[in-house]
């Protein structure tokens, strides 16, 4: 579950990447943790892909099978 919006820094095909099903709450609290933790904008641009790592651990650090789907736990 980790955004589009890095495919650059994370390479590979989106559509090959793991994805869930959520409702529009899951959603919602799932991508504000995102922005928080990586703004829109020139974060995105420069983050690195050991930054998205570690702000995924940080934000699913509670859902340990996110994480093991990511191949991060």
Same mark, same amino acid.
């Given at each position: =579950? &980790? ?6 820094? =994370?390479?590979?095909?989106?559509? @090959?990447?793991?994805?869930?099903v959520? +409702?529009?709450? *899951?959603?919602?609290?799932?991508a504000? $943790?995102?922005?928080?933790? &990586?703004?829109? !904008?020139? !974060? +995105?641009l @420069?983050?690195?892909?050991?930054? &998205?790592? @570690?702000? $995924? ?6 859902? $340990? *099978? &996110?994480?093991? !789907?990511?191949?991060?736990?």
């Amino acid at each position: =579950m &980790i955004e589009q919006r890095f495919v650059y820094q =994370m390479g590979g095909n989106v559509n @090959d990447w793991p994805t869930l099903v959520l +409702t529009r709450s *899951e959603h919602t609290v799932s991508a504000n $943790a995102w922005l928080e933790a &990586i703004p829109r !904008g020139s !974060g +995105t641009l @420069d983050v690195t892909k050991g930054q &998205i790592k @570690d702000a $995924a651990r940080s934000i699913y650090a509670d859902h $340990a *099978e &996110i994480l093991n !789907g990511l191949g991060l736990g």
